[in-house]
Structure formats: structure tokens, C-alpha cells
Nanobody, 119 residues
Framework: VQLVESGGGSVQAGGSLRLSCVAS????????MGWFRQVPGKPREGVAL???????NYTDSVKGRFSISSDNVNNALYLQMNSLKPEDTAMYYC??????????????WGQGTQVTVSS
């Protein structure tokens, strides 16, 4: 599965952005999909996750502000980001995962899209 993100950019605090991630094949629907972000010098952080059944989970810092969704017709994954804060500034990555035994393995990653939020 190849993943290509888009939609990043620069925005002022309080603004919104919508990230998109397009998968190369329809079989991505069997995968769990997630959005991650990383700031230089810090570990990559999980932001939002959607299961193959459509169940969604968010890290606490984005709950109520971010929304993950998928579009099976277009093989796409989205992250709607509202009420953005400067601390949301990061490189955002789309990833796809499969269960290997009891482990959820994120084996497929996009190239990343930069989000910059100014105060």
C-alpha cells in the first residue's frame, strides 16, 4: 500500500486544516489507518486512529478538535483539524496497519505533510 498525504500548510491559531491521505489500492480498507505527527527531536506521536470497522480513537490533546474519517470510494483518509494551536505544529504522517498476532503493525507510511500553526 502506498500512501500520499496532502493538505498541510500554515495557519493562524484557531484556524482549520484538512489533511488527506490517498491509498494506492482498495485493500487498504482492511487496514487500520492512523494519523501521526512528529516534531524534530521528539518521538512520533499517534494523533488519531480508525479501525477497519470504523471505530475511532484520539489522543487526549486533540479530542473535540480533530476528526478522522475515511472514504472507501476514493481510498482516502482524512483528518479535519479545527481550533488549531501552535503546539499542533508538526509533520503529519498517514499510516496503515495490520494485525500481526496481537500486535497492530504500522508497516505503511506516507511521506508526511507539514502543518504550522502561528500564534
Amino acid at each position: 500500500v502506498q500512501l500520499v498525504e496532502s493538505g498541510g500548510g500554515s495557519v493562524q491559531a484557531g484556524g482549520s486544516l484538512r489533511l488527506s491521505c490517498v491509498a494506492s489500492e482498495y485493500r487498504y480498507r482492511r487496514y487500520w489507518m492512523g494519523w501521526f505527527r512528529q516534531v524534530p527531536g521528539k518521538p512520533r506521536e499517534g494523533v488519531a486512529l480508525i479501525s477497519s470497522e470504523g471505530n475511532k480513537n484520539y489522543t487526549d490533546s486533540v479530542k473535540g478538535r480533530f476528526s478522522i474519517s475515511s472514504d472507501n470510494v476514493n481510498n482516502a483518509l482524512y483528518l479535519q483539524m479545527n481550533s488549531l494551536k501552535p503546539e499542533d505544529t508538526a509533520m503529519y504522517y498517514c499510516a496503515a496497519a495490520r494485525w500481526i498476532g496481537t500486535c497492530l503493525n504500522f508497516g505503511y507510511w506516507g511521506q508526511g505533510t507539514q502543518v504550522t500553526v502561528s500564534s
